[in-house]
């Protein structure tokens, strides 16, 4: 391994989309992150670094620009982190930080695959091909929370599809983003919500990972579901996310919302939010 001379410009350099993954750890403050985890990602075309924050038993997504993620990631390491692992298309680095704090990095070419195509090339087309806005492998607190994963965050065979209808709602939801508010709360009811995959998903999507101050609730006429819902959102310390037992034919509890969701409801009930909406 090489040792390169200057490891803020080595690291800036390695922000781009050759990179597969950077895991950053050794924490001196377990309290504000255990681990972190970034990887490059395309939202709409627009190259951006996902940040995996790890704190206890709790996972936190956000998406940074590379003008934010590099003094971000350069912080982590002076104050944060002793190591950090990363993996290149074409090779693969390791920084250290010493006790003194001088921090170091070493950095080698990978090793070729046969028929000469680095072996990590191939996992990063891979990976794009998917382009999963909540990634397989990466466990999410509520996809734990509801059995959709598990707690390392493999997807349950048994729940694949819903793993995969959640995120083809998000990519709706990714599409309307534009359309909310930006200056205040945005406001969100769910009619009919049932189990609230969706809904916590939702949830997830627009105030962990977008960083936008939103406030949910859920709908359904099941009092069991709902007291479960609550429940999972309280351990989940989902704060502005609360579930209602009602009807939604003659529900008084709000007269404005950004947005109104009502999916796969039964019988009459989406004629009723309709006419709500
Ligand atoms: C098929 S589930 C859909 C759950 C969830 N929205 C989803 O897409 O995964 C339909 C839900 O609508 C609820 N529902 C039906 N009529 C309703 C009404 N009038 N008011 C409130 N909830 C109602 C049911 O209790 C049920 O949980």
């Known amino acids: 391994m090489e040792e390169q001379q200057n490891w803020k410009e080595t690291l800036r350099q390695m922000l781009n989309d050759d990179l597969i993954q950077m895991t950053l750890s050794g924490s001196k403050d377990a309290d504000r992150a255990g681990k972190v985890k970034i990887r490059p990602v395309l939202l709409k075309g627009e190259l951006m670094f996902q940040e995996t924050l790890y704190r206890g038993t709790q ?4 998406n940074f620009t590379t003008q934010e993620m590099f003094p971000r990631l350069t912080e982590y390491m002076e104050i944060l982190f002793r190591q950090a692992q990363i993996q290149g298309t074409d090779y693969e680095a390791v920084i250290l930080v010493s006790r003194k704090g001088k921090v170091t990095v070493k950095k080698k070419k990978a ?11 191939q996992t990063l087309s ?3 091909t998917k382009k999963y806005i909540l990634p397989e492998g ?5 996809l734990v929370g509801l059995g959709v994963q598990t707690p390392d965050g493999k997807v349950i065979s048994a729940k694949y599809d819903k793993f995969r209808q959640i995120n083809r709602y998000l990519e709706f939801v990714e599409d309307v983003l534009d359309k909310l508010p930006k200056d205040r709360r945005i406001r969100i009811i769910d009619f009919g919500c049932g189990k609230s995959y969706l809904t916590f998903a939702l949830y997830y999507y627009l105030h962990q990972i977008q960083g936008r101050e939103i406030s949910v609730t859920g709908l359904d006429l099941k009092e069991d579901v709902i007291l479960h819902c609550n429940r999972l959102a309280e351990e989940l310390h989902y704060d502005q996310l609360h579930f209602e037992q009602g009807d939604i034919n003659g529900y008084k509890g709000t007269d404005a919302v950004d947005m109104v969701v009502s999916l796969h409801a039964c019988d009459t009930a989406t004629d009723y939010a309709l006419e709500k909406a």
Request: hydrophobic share 25%; net charge positive.
């Open 111 to 121: 090793a070729m695959e046969s028929g000469n195509t680095p072996k990590r090339q």
């Open 126 to 128: 891979h990976n794009r």
């Open 138 to 142: 990466e466990p999410v607190d509520f």
């Open 59 to 62: 996972v936190f997504h956000k």
